[in-house]
């Protein structure tokens, strides 16, 4: 089971990223998919879960508004769409699958810093 995050960066107040998830080891398109972030200090926080099919989606309160979680299940992706980006927004961004059997499994995360 792999997860490659990518597309994190330095961003300033206001500004956009795409973050991406590819999935690999397992039945991406039968498994639900989150993204957590970590901040320096914190501890890791969901953001943002999406059903197997995309049909039910959830946000965390401080990014509803802001955020769009999407996925390609024939591409074996999730994606994080972030908008109106903020300094607090600042954190490691990781992906994981939702099935009880991987939750354990993480990647390396891709940095998100939001900074003028």
């Known amino acids: 089971v792999q997860f490659v995050e990518s597309g994190g960066g330095l961003v300033q107040p206001g500004g956009s990223l795409r973050l991406s998830c590819v999935a690999s080891?397992?039945?991406?398109?039968?498994?639900?998919m989150s993204w957590y972030r970590q901040a320096p200090g914190k501890e890791r926080e969901l953001v943002a879960d999406i059903s197997s099919g995309g049909a039910f989606i959830n946000y965390a309160g401080f990014v509803k508004g802001r955020f769009t979680i999407s996925r390609d299940n024939g591409k074996n992706t999730v994606y994080l769409q972030m908008n109106n980006l903020k300094a607090e927004d600042t954190a490691v961004y990781y992906c994981?699958?939702?099935?009880?059997?991987?939750?354990?499994?993480w990647g390396q995360g891709t940095q998100v810093t939001v900074s003028s």
């Open positions: 080891g397992f039945t991406f398109s039968g498994s639900g």
């Open positions: 994981r699958s939702n099935g009880v059997l991987l939750r354990k499994y």
